[in-house]
């Protein structure tokens, strides 16, 4: 949301601007926001988050802004 100079809560808004600066992963942030309103019990779509959206996000948060201190 920095690059953006922005804040929302809106999921889908979120979804959408995230896009801008990663196209390739757009559709997975668009099941990723629907799956916040509505859960889903589907292993195709579990599995996308779990194992590849949510490592991808991690190490790409890491690569952006470094690991993390630990907390007190």
């Known amino acids: 949301m920095p690059q953006w100079g922005g804040w929302t809560s809106d999921l889908e808004q979120s979804a959408e601007l995230f896009g801008r600066y990663y196209p390739e992963r757009v559709e997975q942030m668009r ?41 007190p």
């Open 31 to 71: 099941v990723a926001a629907a799956v916040g309103h509505a859960p889903s019990p589907d292993p195709v779509v579990l599995g996308m988050l779990i194992t590849d959206l949510g490592p991808w996000l991690a190490a790409e948060y890491t690569a952006v802004h470094g690991e993390k201190a630990p907390r």
